[in-house]
């Protein structure tokens, strides 16, 4: 088992992903490079957080078109595991590898705290262990983080159970004051729908120590190597 | 006349330093080489004719017109020190820790385990307030390189930020109870020998300084308007727009390039409103024997050229010329401000930390103040040799760019570094990686000059030394100011009265309330390190990811203390912010500064600046706490007037246990509330009440009366709290700790409460002193703790063996929020109301329609 952080210039959570699953999770994990053309002998690929490419034109939109993201999406498409954080789900977006874009926060300024988000399915690999509508506090930490998509995608999402974190209080009600950005629905984080993909705007690599304020983001990196396993045991 | 002196002064000051720059407005057809160079040319780039006698001497002939720009750049205030050489000689910066002190990018300590912490702090003043945004970005994007340029990767970034007032004082301003309401409340300082009062300001010659929009007949016909004592509404929004500015640049800077934001303070005084103040603190971790200087070696090494492209920005001076001008055309020629960008600086971080690896890299150093000039010069002048450049090798934004505009643009985002002959390629492979330029642009040499060849010419040849090392230096007059006559002190309320809606209203003041509204635009988590966040301590504590031990930070200055007394003011800063990081578990073991002060022309600036270098050495010295270096930013004034004396200390602190570090959050009911003092008795109620808490936060929020003396030092009480602290913390006898600084207290009592899940406290004090002076003075060398009831024994015996008093103010509790003095309730609220008077007061002032609106 073997997990890919990409390094984008601009990304700078890729080496807290990597010390999450490399150094807390023991997993053996590596950088690839942007201009890396394959991503073979990965099992699961995480794109970090950051400003790939320095994000000036819009998030995520320059880093769709690099090299490796040709590779992500063909990955993608075989049906592997793809993890987009923060960035990492804007790109996502951006592919076109999830439904819906991230716009702007509502309050247009950039937001940095803990929040809560429930998971809304378990039906992923990447929240395959969390219990429904478990509550997870996690961090966030960006000024793009505005879920958007048309009211048919939305009641597609609603649908196919694609909406997979959804920001609550902390006793798991949805309000409107625990949506920090303005998403719509008050969607955190999305899959496609093989599932296969996901993207969410707190950051479960940030929360995986209690000494730094909480480690439910473990509930989702866990889930992942978890699936991994049980995957290898089907293939094998 | 005056006019055109003042601008002489300013840019001149700063420019360097700052990257203001008024645009050459020679003839087009004239090149650099062209332009005659006369005293009077020398003069109009701020260099006096002792100093022109100097430039010829050291030459042995006239200065070409791309000389006299270099010289003029680095024998600047900024980039010299040539005011403030003489008093910082009385800075302590040795210690067995210290493995660089001042005179390298930045300074470095041994913080064990092989490693070392770069750190240092700067200004980006008259930037942030030309262009509040990209001046504070730029000035994140500053220290940072100072920070990586040593080979440190960059962890942790403070922000010590002073703001005009962003709510009217007066209205706060309220009589005594049960006195009768005086007549009208004069709440403009009363400094000594600096009264300008508001009223006055309009009638001083033109603006010195021009920024955020606004002329300099429109600022003075501003200042005119004012009422005595009163800020006006305008003045409110503009203050309120630099601070928005200046947090989203910082934001905009350190959140792109990944580095987290955990702290740092901000204050509110109308001295700022024309001349607000951005200092940045960044800290960074290297191995040790990864450590980079800024030390040119090897006769024939290539110099390379590193990062963005060379444009027209930063460059100073040569505006001088057309000063005539200046006044007719102020718009477009209003001094300009360079734009940085975060996700180049990223990638030359990479590009550089990776290249160091390689071994190939022998020396290296920002272009920061004064560009191509100072690295080359200063690379050389370390390493005893000379440095040749060609200019036309540069990367250049744009075509037909002068010698003097290359050599002294400030652009952002540029390094140069000398390599290893041979291996050049090893190094220029790196960069390439990172999609930067980079290009040999020249040699090291042997003769000790700087050399720069521009269209196979040679456009300027200066000893290296001499340029860097033999400037002016000056001893410049000190005078005190004159004393103020029939000072107003403050006026106590009746004993027992109830203070609890002043107590309401200084927790709503801005420079008490919480900073939420701030720090939550930063990342302050990036690289998962930060144990402490903003608002969770008195310090901001990052770990060291591979180690045990954590690192903690904190930045103060009090410029109102300062004003009253700069030596005490000075003297409280360091305290502080030592005592501060003794709160989060830490021992202090090393400090920087930023010195912000009015012009060093005047003998009551100078005199304010020697106090205070003063002030800051015996505090250092006794408390065991060499300063490694930072930075003297002169010229903080603007229609004449200068801004309060503010030098900010950063005390930098280690913890060797990461899991023993300290938050201010009460923990669990039933805990003791306890006051650790290091005064060792009662005396900590000042003799002369009034006078001190004169110029406490109360005394300005509630009376709108700012005057008295700081509250008095000692410093031999501060380092046995300190040390106590530090002892408790690391056995782990605490829950949490917390100083008793702005507010006095019942704001550090109530703050400790806001900070926890919900808790509450109940106190009970007696004293003597007056009623207010006890629940809301400042002075020093005390600490609320909390601690089980299973530690207080213990707690009382350590804090016995270094000799700081323990007083029982009472218990974690729920519900009301109570404080008894003498038996009879003085405060008594339910947390969620004070709490929300706090946490939202900011949130309220800021999200009004003058900004845009923040959910």
Not at chain 2, 247 to 255: D, E, K, L, Q
Request: hydrophobic content about 40%; glycine content about 10%.
């Amino acid at each position: 088992m073997k997990f890919g952080v990409v390094v984008f210039p601009g990304s700078n959570c890729d080496h807290d992903a990597w010390y999450a699953l490399g150094q807390v999770l023991r997993q053996p994990v590596e950088f690839l490079w942007h201009q890396s053309e394959e991503v073979k002998g990965f099992d699961a690929i995480l794109l970090p957080g950051g400003f790939s490419y320095g994000d000036y034109l819009r998030t995520g939109a320059i880093a769709r078109f690099s090299p490796v993201m040709r590779a992500v999406e063909k990955f993608a498409r075989g049906g592997g595991l793809v993890l987009g954080i923060c960035n990492g789900f804007q790109i996502l977006c951006e592919a076109g590898l999830l439904p819906g874009v991230l716009q702007r926060n509502a309050g247009l300024r950039f937001v940095c705290k803990q929040v809560h988000v429930r998971v809304e399915t378990t039906d992923t690999a990447f929240t395959a262990t969390a219990r429904p509508g478990q509550v997870l506090q996690m961090p966030i930490a960006h000024g793009d983080g505005n879920y958007f998509c048309d009211q048919a995608t939305l009641a597609d999402l609603e649908r196919n159970h694609q909406i997979v974190f959804r920001y609550t209080a902390a006793d798991g009600r949805e309000e409107a004051a625990a949506n920090p950005n303005g998403s719509l629905a008050n969607i955190a984080g999305v899959c496609n729908r093989e599932r296969n993909v996901v993207g969410l705007m707190p950051h479960p690599e940030r929360a995986v120590e209690t000494a730094l304020g909480s480690d439910d983001g473990l509930v989702v990196l866990r889930s992942l190597i978890e699936s991994l396993t049980r995957r290898a045991v089907v293939s094998a | 006349m005056d006019f055109v002196h003042c601008t002489v002064e300013n840019p001149q000051a700063e420019a360097c330093a700052t990257g203001v720059f008024i645009r050459l407005s020679a003839p087009k057809s004239m090149l650099d080489t062209e332009i005659k160079v006369t005293p009077e040319l020398a003069a109009e780039h701020g260099l006096t004719a002792e100093e022109y006698a100097r430039i010829q001497k050291i030459l042995g002939r006239d200065p070409n017109f791309t000389e006299l720009g270099i010289f003029s750049v680095m024998w600047s205030e900024h980039c010299s020190y040539k005011s403030s050489k003489v008093h910082l000689r009385r800075l302590p910066t040795r210690g067995p820790q210290v493995l660089q002190g001042p005179g390298e990018n930045a300074g470095v300590v041994d913080i064990g385990d092989g490693l070392a912490a770069a750190f240092k702090m700067e200004s980006h003043n008259h930037p942030s307030y030309v262009e509040p945004f990209q001046g504070a970005a730029t000035g994140v994007g500053g220290i940072l390189r100072d920070i990586f340029t040593m080979g440190a990767r960059p962890i942790a970034v403070l922000d010590s930020l002073r703001f005009g007032p962003i709510t009217s004082v007066a209205s706060g301003a309220k009589a005594p109870e049960g006195t009768a309401r005086s007549a009208r409340l004069k709440s403009g300082p009363t400094s000594p020998g600096l009264t300008s009062t508001a009223a006055n300001l309009g009638d001083s010659h033109s603006a010195s300084f021009v920024g955020a929009g606004f002329s300099p007949s429109e600022q003075a016909a501003k200042a005119r308007a004012l009422a005595p004592g009163g800020v006006d509404e305008e003045t409110i929004a503009r203050n309120r727009r630099i601070l928005d500015g200046v947090v989203r640049g910082i934001a905009h800077y350190g959140n792109c390039f990944g580095v987290p934001t955990v702290g740092g303070e901000v204050q509110f005084e109308p001295g700022y409103s024309a001349n607000p103040l951005v200092n940045v603190l960044a800290l960074g971790i290297a191995k040790k024997e990864d450590l980079f200087f800024a030390k040119a070696r090897g006769v024939g090494n290539p110099v390379i050229y590193v990062g963005a492209k060379t444009g027209r920005d930063g460059i100073h001076g040569a505006s001088l010329l057309a000063s005539a001008e200046f006044t007719e055309e102020s718009q477009q020629k209003r001094p300009n401000v360079q734009v940085g960008d975060p996700f180049m600086e990223k990638l030359l971080l990479e590009a550089c930390l990776e290249a160091m690896r390689t071994g190939a890299v022998v020396a290296i150093q920002d272009m920061g103040a004064a560009g191509l000039t100072s690295s080359s010069c200063e690379m050389a002048s370390r390493g005893g040799l000379g440095i040749e450049i060609e200019l036309d090798r540069v990367p250049q934004r744009e075509p037909g760019m002068t010698a003097y505009e290359m050599m002294l643009s400030e652009s952002q985002e540029r390094m140069l570094l000398v390599a290893e002959r041979g291996r050049e390629q090893e190094v220029l492979k790196v960069f390439a990686k990172w999609g930067l330029d980079a290009v040999e642009i020249g040699r090291v040499t042997e003769d000790g000059l700087v050399r720069v060849r521009h269209r196979q010419e040679i456009v300027a040849e200066i000893p290296a030394h001499a340029l860097a090392e033999e400037g002016p230096v000056y001893q410049r007059p000190l005078a005190p100011p004159a004393a103020v006559a029939n000072e107003r002190l403050v006026e106590f309320s009746a004993a027992g009265a109830d203070l609890t809606e002043n107590f309401r209203v200084l927790l709503a003041a801005p420079a008490i309330a919480s900073k939420r509204w701030i720090w939550e635009q930063y990342d302050y988590m990036v690289r998962t390190n930060t144990l402490e966040a903003p608002g969770a301590g008195d310090a901001a504590v990052v770990r060291i990811k591979g180690t045990k031990r954590a690192l903690a930070l904190s930045s103060d200055g009090n410029g109102r203390w300062c004003r009253l007394d700069p030596f005490l003011g000075a003297q409280l800063a360091v305290a502080e912010a030592a005592r501060n990081v003794a709160c989060a578990g830490a021992r202090p073991m090393a400090a920087t500064n930023c010195l912000n002060f009015g012009s060093p022309e005047k003998p009551e600036v100078m005199w304010q600046f020697s106090r205070a270098v003063d002030g800051i050495a015996e505090a250092c010295t006794t408390l065991e706490i060499p300063i490694t270096g930072g930075n003297v930013s002169f010229y903080n004034e603007t229609l004449g007037r200068s801004i309060d004396p503010t030098p900010v200390l950063g005390v930098l602190g280690m913890i060797e246990d990461a899991s023993r570090a300290l938050g201010m959050a009460f923990l669990a009911e039933g805990d003791y509330v306890l006051l650790l003092d290091g005064n060792a008795s009662e005396a900590s109620m000042p003799e002369n009440a009034a006078k001190e808490f004169s110029s406490s936060e109360y005394s300005r929020t509630i009376r709108g009366v700012e005057s008295g003396a700081p509250p008095a030092v000692n410093l031999a009480a501060e380092k046995r709290l300190i040390a106590a602290l530090a002892a408790l913390a690391s056995g782990g006898q605490l829950q949490s700790a917390h100083d008793i600084s702005d507010g006095g207290l019942a704001v550090t009592l109530a703050e400790s409460c806001f900070a926890s899940n919900g808790f509450s406290a109940r106190a009970t004090v007696t004293s003597k002193g007056p009623d207010e002076a006890v629940l809301f003075g400042e002075r020093g060398a005390r600490a609320i703790v909390s601690v089980t009831p299973e530690n207080v024994a213990a707690v009382r015996r350590i804090a016995a063996q270094y000799e700081v008093a323990v007083v029982e103010v009472g218990r974690v509790s729920r519900g009301e929020f109570r404080i008894e003095l003498n038996g009879k309730a003085v405060v008594s609220a339910e947390i969620p109301s004070l709490a929300d008077a706090w946490s939202g007061a900011l949130e309220r002032l800021l999200s009004r329609n003058d900004l845009r609106k923040a959910e």
